[in-house]
Every structure is written in structure tokens, then in C-alpha cells.
């Protein structure tokens, strides 16, 4: 009985809160300005580059302690070449095509072609190249003594050729249709979206094993910061509850304007997005050592358990 009376105390309660909260003011909205975040994202740069420097130490270990075995011819079949045709016409598509408005759209600049269509392509062939429940040797792979983390290493690598060699020449063809433009920059600004988004993408088909859950949320993604990129800076209009996180979304917003901030925090930008993107890769290769979980989608502590 004690306790249908403290329900009903606690609904009375919450009911006069409801009717009496009000919306809050625009005024009285959380904000943060750049410069305050701005030592949020030098500690958050500082974090990811130490941690990538802890798993490349133990990752040259192990290289060390079980030389590994490249398997290219394998690699370059798995891959294929269905990304580079895709890629490629796209490019292609978006350079020639003349919109004659200013629309606002992303593509209408010549000089973003390169940055919008690489980084997706490529995440989306990297969610599809490895995933647990659609290889279809897996368990001869984990019986071997060479690691499977070697698997997607190498068609990591082989897909950041066939895409980094499209996006150079990209780039160079993008210097006639939008001239004057700095070639550091255009070099930075593709190839950080394209690590982060390639590290999103591999993580968590590995982690749902299900290649097309991973690739719609890498495209997911990839709009959301395409197509809003302008509406996610510090002093963006914005709504509650998202002005607690807009202050400290410029940091890790892999489509971020050179001229939307300055050069030092565009380059501060740059260099976490790269940073996450990598520590996502490192993380996905970390996952590949549990080999029980990988084959049956358990970990051992609970295959343990329950034997």
C-alpha cells in the first residue's frame, strides 16, 4: 500500500512540474564560444595521438614477434575494382556537370568534388570488404598462423591506393575547373574524412558483423556533415537540446570549411579528425585478436560462463 501512495505522491509531483515548466528562454541556452572549446580539442588531439602511439608500439611488437606474410593478388580480388568505376564516374559526373545556380549544395563546388565523393566511396567498399558473418573462409583464415588482422590491413592498404591514387588525380583536375587553390589544402581536405569514415565504417560492421549496417551508417554520417556542416559551428543556430553538443562538434566535423574558422583551428581540425579516424582503424585490428568472438559472435568470458 506505502508504495501505490509514494506513486501517486511522485505522479502528483511530476504532473505540477510539467505544467509548470516552460520552454527555455533562447537567452538562457548553453553556449560555448571557439575559444573556449578550443583547449577541449588540443587535450582531445593530445589523447587520440597518444593512444595511436601506444597501439602502433604494440603493434610493431607483434610484426616483430610473427613477421607477417602479404597476400596482395588476394587483396586486389577481394576488393575489386566496382569502387574505383564508381568513384571515378562520379567525379567525372560532378566536374562536368554545370549547375549554374548557387544552390547550396555541396557539390556545386568544384573544389569539395574530391573531398565528398572519396571518403564515402571508399568507407562504404571498406564496410563490404571484411565482414565476420559474409567471409566466406573465415575459419580456415583463424585456423592459420598468420593473423587475420593482415586480412584487413591489406585491403585497407590496397583500397587507400586505388582511392588515393583517384583522388590525386582529382585534385589535379579540380585546379582547372576551380583555380587559385592552396594544394596543401586540397590535399587535407579529403584525406581525413576519408580515414575517419573508412575507421566508422570498419569498426562497426565488425562489431554488428552485418556489412550493410555498417555502410548505411557511414552514409548516414556522411550526410549529416556534408549537408550540415555550416549548421554545426560553435555560433550556428541551433535548438535544445543539441547546443550542448554544437560547442565541441567542430572538432571532429570531417567537413569542415578552411574559411568557416581560422587556419590554426581549421588545422586543428585536420589533425583530431585524422587522429579519431586512425584510433578507429587501430581499435577495429584490436577486435580481430579476439578470435572466438569473431567466428561465433561472443566473447570468451561469456562463452566461458555458460560452458
Known amino acids: 500500500m506505502r508504495y501505490i501512495v509514494l506513486l501517486c505522491l511522485f505522479g502528483i509531483f511530476l504532473d505540477g512540474n510539467v505544467v509548470n515548466a516552460q520552454p527555455p528562454a533562447a537567452d538562457s541556452y548553453f553556449r560555448l564560444t571557439l575559444e573556449e572549446t578550443r583547449p577541449i580539442a588540443g587535450g582531445a588531439t593530445l589523447l587520440f595521438a597518444g593512444v595511436l602511439l601506444w597501439g602502433t608500439g604494440v603493434f610493431v611488437q607483434g610484426i616483430r614477434r610473427y613477421p607477417p606474410a602479404i597476400a596482395w593478388r588476394a587483396s586486389f580480388r577481394a576488393v575489386g575494382w566496382i569502387g574505383l568505376v564508381v568513384s571515378a564516374g562520379l567525379i567525372l559526373l560532378l566536374f562536368l556537370t554545370e549547375t549554374g545556380l548557387a544552390t547550396g549544395l555541396p557539390w556545386t563546388a568544384k573544389s569539395r568534388v574530391v573531398e565528398l565523393v572519396i571518403p564515402l566511396v571508399m568507407a562504404v567498399q571498406a564496410a563490404l570488404v571484411f565482414s565476420p558473418d559474409d567471409e566466406p573462409a573465415l575459419e ?46 586540397m590535399i587535407i581536405r579529403w584525406i581525413p574524412p576519408t580515414v575517419l569514415l573508412t575507421g566508422f565504417a570498419i569498426y562497426i560492421t565488425v562489431r554488428s558483423r552485418v556489412a550493410a549496417f555498417g555502410a548505411t551508417v557511414t552514409g548516414l554520417i556522411w550526410f549529416v556533415f556534408a549537408f550540415f556542416s555550416a549548421s554545426l559551428l560553435p555560433d550556428g543556430m541551433t535548438f535544445w537540446p543539441l547546443n550542448y553538443l554544437q560547442p565541441f562538434i567542430w572538432i571532429i566535423n570531417p567537413y569542415l570549411e578552411p574559411t568557416s574558422l581560422t587556419l590554426g583551428d581549421y588545422w586543428l581540425n585536420r589533425l583530431c579528425v585524422l587522429l579519431l579516424g586512425a584510433n578507429l582503424i587501430a581499435l577495429t585490428l584490436y577486435l580481430l585478436r579476439d578470435e572466438e568472438r569473431l567466428l561465433l559472435g561472443t566473447r570468451k568470458s561469456s562463452a566461458n560462463q555458460g560452458g
Open 140 to 185: 580456415v583464415m583463424l585456423a592459420c598462423p598468420r593473423k587475420i588482422t593482415w586480412v584487413l590491413i591489406e585491403r585497407l592498404l590496397v583500397l587507400a591506393l586505388i582511392q588515393g591514387s583517384l583522388a590525386l588525380i582529382g585534385v589535379a583536375i579540380s585546379t582547372y575547373f576551380a583555380p587559385g587553390q592552396d594544394p596543401l589544402i
